[in-house]
């Protein structure tokens, strides 16, 4: 049985003081969805993520939004393994579409994180998606299999059922323009499938989440959906009426 997920994805938004007020705000709606069978998270920035598991309900997810796959060294600018685990955070999202458009992270990199985070015992979120070119040209599962793929190259089942996959389409993100729950269903149903065939029975307990436009008043079509266990939400998780909008709306499926 997969646990819904619902993680928020705060991308560059808050200062500490803003991000703490949220954690704060958030208590009781965190106590409301684990007793609802929802597992809820947040990724703050690197800056806020002390301040928001100091201050948030033990039991939600913090999660960074990104790692370097070295334990130290000279890489300036970066944030390690070691350093996140000492302020109490086991989870990390990787491979956002942002950080691929912007920062040149490839699947390949992607490939090296996951089996770091793996090996300290931390949970990656690996996402994956289509530009609006590949989706249009009909290339969308051609394109999400070659980055699970290669994301999660060399994993053994074990390893990959710990890890948590977001489809979320490029042409979604921040547009307003949500993928229909037809089209994510087809495509996460799809991605469980090359999971299956890379890792066998593990796939049908590995957590996919659709993400791109997920707001209070559809999440709850996309959690209608068989293949689809919870979302990834960027815009509609900053504000804690939102994100109890969002809880709501997955109960509501
Ligand atoms: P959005 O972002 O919900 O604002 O579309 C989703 C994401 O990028 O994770």
Request: aromatic share 6%.
């Amino acid at each position: 049985m997969r646990k819904k997920l619902l993680l928020g994805n705060w991308k560059m938004n808050k200062t500490p003081s803003e991000a703490k007020a949220f954690a704060l705000a958030a208590n009781e709606m965190v106590d409301f969805a684990v007793a609802h069978d929802i597992e809820v998270g947040v990724a703050p920035t690197f800056v806020c993520l002390a301040t928001v598991k100091e201050n948030i309900n033990p039991k939600c997810i913090v999660a960074a939004q990104n790692v370097n796959e070295h334990d130290h060294g000279a890489f300036t600018g970066e944030i390690s393994i070691p350093m996140l685990k000492e302020i109490g955070i086991s989870w990390v999202i990787l491979g956002h579409s942002e950080r691929r458009e912007y920062n040149g992270e490839t699947s390949e990199k992607c490939n090296e994180k996951i089996k770091a985070l793996l090996a300290a015992g931390m949970t990656p979120v690996y996402c994956c998606g289509e530009s609006l070119e590949t989706y249009e040209s009909g290339q969308t599962k051609k394109f999400v299999a070659e980055q699970i793929r290669t994301g999660l190259a060399g994993l053994t089942p074990e390893e990959a059922g710990k890890v948590v996959i977001a489809y979320e389409p490029i042409w979604a993100i921040g547009t307003g323009k949500s993928a229909t729950k037809e089209t994510a269903e087809d495509t996460i149903g799809f991605i469980r499938r090359t999971l299956r065939e890379n890792f066998g029975p593990v796939a049908m307990d590995i957590r996919i989440l659709y993400g791109g436009s997920v707001k209070p008043n559809n999440v709850a079509e996309y959690m209608s959906q068989e293949d689809i266990d919870g979302a990834l939400v960027g815009g509609a998780s900053l504000e804690p009426n939102s994100f109890q909008g969002l809880i709501d709306g997955m109960l509501a499926k």
